[in-house]
């Protein structure tokens, strides 16, 4: 977490009379906020809707993210607003970036401001009793979409590639801050990771957290991709294997295309065919990141505050994770020795 993230939050009462100063300074003339409410969801950040009022250009529609005081993870906000600037100048359908302050933040916490736009997430809109879109269709578009993301050339915000071996050790790292014992299952996970590390055969902006909450389905038809805290530049099959963790019928996988599905689907949208030795890494590796997100989120922070509920029964899901992990550490020992 930066420096900036151990400030205090305004309350809410202040928050909206905060952001009507910090927006009215950028534009140099004054505004007015309000329907300033908190949106549910976010792991690194918190979320507020707001509409601004302004004599020149009427009423706009934002949303606030900002840093939780005890993030479950460090991430780094600047570097996200700057690749959200960059996508968007690419056409890929992300919310259009405004501002971010990470030092000596108005609001307190770092925070950056963007578009609102209209429209559910891709889960409640699959869920719901209106009009559903065509699961075969859709699910052909969002991987379409996932292919171009992987295409874009790498820009400079995103940083340096991050190796396969490097992201094991990035989770590895978040484990052992989360607990000194994640047991036998992790453990043995993170040995066959670190001996398996296979070569990625290109390199492509990796979202992280590709998956139906996280895709915009707006009232237009149009999909756009949130939360890109966790991207990065790294092997497109890590993308793959994340987005094929989450199965329940409303989701990519398993409710719009079934796995073999998308994986057909992905080699022909982007051109490269996907190993499956390669995918079989990745896929291991989405298990133990996740588990260690949830660790992560189980503990304590460091102030003495306390958990928030939602981590916490995230954090007893760990076992369930612990039983994919030895599925999958089975099936993958299985072929080798085959």
Known sequence: MTAAATLHAP?????????????????????????????????????????VHDSETGTEAFVLRREFDNATLDGNLRTEFDLLCDLAARGIPVPRPFWCEVNDSPLGLPFMILERIDGTDLRKALAGKGRAPDRVVLGHE?????????????PDSVGEESSPSTEVERWATTI??????????????LAWLRSHAPAADRVGVVHGD????????GSDGRVTVLDWELAHLGDPLEDLAWTMLWTTSFDLVGGLLSEDEYVRAYAVASGHAVDPQRLAFWRLHALVKLAAIFLSGAVGPEDGSPVRPTLLLLGRAVVHLEHAIAQCLRANLTEEAS
């Open 11 to 51: 309350a809410s009462g202040d928050l909206g009379a905060a952001l009507s100063k910090y927006i009215g300074d950028r534009r140099g003339r004054p505004v007015s906020v309000d329907g300033l409410r908190r949106l549910a969801g976010g792991t690194l950040h918190e979320t507020w809707a707001f509409d």
């Open 176 to 189: 052992a801050e989360a607990t000194s014992d994640p047991g036998p299952l992790i453990t043995g996970a």
């Open 210 to 217: 590709f998956k139906a909450n996280n895709l915009l389905f």
């Open 142 to 154: 969002l991987v379409r979409l996932q292919a171009q993301l992987h295409a874009v050339p790498a």
